[in-house]
């Protein structure tokens, strides 16, 4: 007996496809709507290049979990990305709905690489650009390592 198609079914995602994040970065596409017709969560692999860093953004209404499985990243975040976390492989990073944030790589040498999950199961739905902060935090210095 085949199950029935209009039920929800078990999917593998391999990490082969990539897309270009809003963020300025390339994803390795995993469970999404747009891969499997998730509908409450997005999960994808990313790899920060050494030196590289994000555009700033925030996720409207949506609260981002991120698990560092190599490297050191430091994230600014907040009103004005006043704010700074370092995370490093094993840790696990969350951050609210709506806050603004810009992750950036700490090495010249290797990449970061983390899983990252949304409870936005679109993969660039809810993301929302800020141009401006970037501008700000480039002009305090901060610029591309």
Same mark, same amino acid.
């Given at each position: 007996?085949?199950? +029935?198609?209009?039920?929800?079914?078990? =999917?593998?995602? @391999?990490?082969?496809?990539? $897309?270009?994040?809003?963020?300025?970065?390339? $994803? *390795? =596409?995993?469970?999404?709507?747009?891969?499997?017709?998730?509908?409450? /969560?997005?999960?994808? %692999?990313?790899?920060?290049?050494?030196?590289?860093?994000? @555009?700033?953004? /925030?996720?409207?209404?949506?609260?981002?979990?991120?698990?560092?499985?190599?490297?050191?990243?430091?994230?600014? $975040?907040?009103?004005? /990305?006043?704010? @700074?976390?370092?995370?490093?492989?094993?840790? *696990?990073?969350?951050? &609210?709905?709506?806050?603004?944030? %810009?992750?950036? +790589?700490?090495?010249?040498?290797?990449?970061?690489?983390?899983? %990252?999950? @949304?409870?936005?199961?679109?993969?660039?739905?809810?993301?929302? &650009? /800020?141009?401006?902060?970037?501008?700000? *935090?480039? +002009?305090?210095?901060?610029?591309? %390592?």
């Amino acid at each position: 007996m085949s199950p +029935n198609p209009s039920e929800p079914t078990c =999917a593998v995602v @391999r990490t082969s496809s990539t $897309y270009e994040g809003k963020q300025g970065l390339t $994803y *390795f =596409a995993g469970v999404s709507a747009e891969s499997v017709g998730s509908k409450g /969560l997005c999960m994808h %692999l990313l790899t920060i290049p050494p030196g590289g860093r994000a @555009r700033a953004h /925030l996720h409207e209404h949506h609260e981002s979990a991120v698990y560092v499985l190599s490297g050191e990243a430091e994230m600014w $975040y907040g009103e004005g /990305l006043r704010e @700074r976390v370092v995370v490093g492989a094993g840790d *696990f990073l969350y951050i &609210p709905a709506g806050v603004p944030h %810009l992750p950036a +790589n700490l090495s010249r040498t290797e990449p970061c690489i983390a899983v %990252l999950a @949304r409870t936005d199961p679109n993969e660039q739905e809810s993301v929302v &650009p /800020l141009p401006e902060l970037d501008e700000s *935090f480039e +002009n305090q210095g901060h610029g591309i %390592l």
